[in-house]
């Protein structure tokens, strides 16, 4: 399943903090997880990240794992290193105003659809 | 002329929810004394209320009570905060309690129990002790940095609730005064392991939440005496002041 990541930032509602510049490149799939040493470890290339932690440590991982980009959820607010990270990086940070069930529910239903 | 100190910072009480109700000032202390340690530091989650106990509790022994406290950051980061005196400790305590939600359900957590230096019931605390502060772990460091304290990165080796379980690695920005060893893991393994903490100071701590564990693991320090001040030069290798390595 690989789909635009301009298409889940519209469907989802997603708001776009940084990298939009990326939103056609495509997505692998999702993988969800606040613990970055799991994401590590399990994450691949062209995911996007599903995610609740906001540390700049978020883009060191998206990157060493050339994932697609991070959703934030809840709608919290990336830290500024990170953006200032993001951009550097250009890595994809969107914040999703929905609870990490509900974003990856969607997130997962959009991908199977489109698939 | 330096001698060696033996020091377990990482020890709660029963005001931990998770702490076992045998975990009184009086017990503790009697349990040090037991296990020769020179040293220990007072850390329950997001609270410093049972110090002043286990330093009267103490008094007039050989042990030397640090005050302090395992801060959860909103990473979900443990951090022991540790302190020379006790208004470090509580200006710290306030910071924290004004940015910790909720209110503990002593069914599902277990009581908070604040004791008196003769193991007696004071209160019992109400806070969410368990939960996480609603501040980065940046904040809870330059926290206990300006208020003259240690930052130790609890149990790097665990799974969970440590800096590396939780942001993957230590971050350049993070100024740590030391990496907790909650195992007997060498200082040469850990760095291996842990390539982002290689160049931090290694200490090994009980986290005891039972009577049994007081001591059960422990970092040897060189030391001119058994002080805060002293702790704070072997961590920074100042003097010729320094934590024995493990090999």
Redesign the interface.
């Known amino acids: 399943m690989t789909m635009k990541l301009r298409r889940v930032v519209e469907s989802l509602q997603l708001s776009l903090r940084c990298g939009g510049d990326r939103l056609d490149q495509d997505i692998t799939g999702g993988y969800a997880g606040?613990?970055?040493?799991?994401?590590?470890a399990n994450g691949q290339a062209g995911n996007l990240w599903v995610t609740m932690?906001?540390?700049?440590?978020i883009v060191?991982?998206a990157v060493l794992k050339d994932l697609a980009g991070i959703v934030i959820v809840q709608g919290r607010q990336p830290?500024d290193?990170t953006l200032k990270k993001a951009s550097e990086e250009n890595i994809p940070i969107l914040v999703s105003p929905l609870p990490a069930f509900e974003t990856v529910g969607r997130l997962y239903t959009l991908l199977e659809a489109g698939a | 002329m330096l001698g060696r100190f033996r020091a377990d910072l990482h020890v709660h009480t029963c005001l931990s929810p998770c702490g076992d109700l045998e975990m009184s000032p009086r017990k503790i202390t009697a349990r040090v004394c037991d296990r020769s340690l020179d040293i220990i530091a007072i850390c329950d989650h997001n609270s410093a209320e049972n110090v002043p106990a286990v330093m009267k509790a103490a008094g007039g022994g050989r042990v030397v009570v640090l005050p302090g406290m395992e801060v959860c950051t909103n990473e979900e980061i443990h951090v022991l905060a540790i302190f020379e005196n006790l208004d470090q400790a509580f200006a710290m305590q306030a910071m924290v309690y004004d940015h910790l939600p909720g209110e503990n359900d002593p069914d599902a957590f277990g009581l908070q129990v604040v004791a008196n230096e003769h193991d007696e019931v004071v209160a019992m605390q109400t806070r969410l002790l368990i939960g996480a502060v609603d501040l980065p772990v940046d904040r809870i460091l330059a926290e206990i940095h300006r208020l003259g304290g240690l930052a130790i990165a609890s149990h790097i080796d665990r799974g969970s609730y440590s800096v590396i379980s939780q942001l993957g690695f230590i971050p350049e920005t993070l100024k740590f005064d030391a990496l907790e060893l909650s195992s007997r893991m060498p200082d040469r393994e850990a760095r291996e392991r842990f390539p982002s903490g290689a160049s931090f100071v290694f200490v090994r701590n009980s986290d005891a939440h039972f009577l049994g564990d007081v001591g059960k693991n422990t970092s040897e320090y060189l030391l001119h005496e058994p002080t805060f001040a002293e702790i704070h030069k072997a961590l920074r290798k100042e003097e010729g002041r320094m934590v024995m390595e493990l090999s």
Not at chain 1, 34 to 40: A, G, M, Q
């Open positions: 606040d613990l970055l040493s799991d994401v590590i932690q906001v540390h700049a440590n060191a991982v830290a290193e």
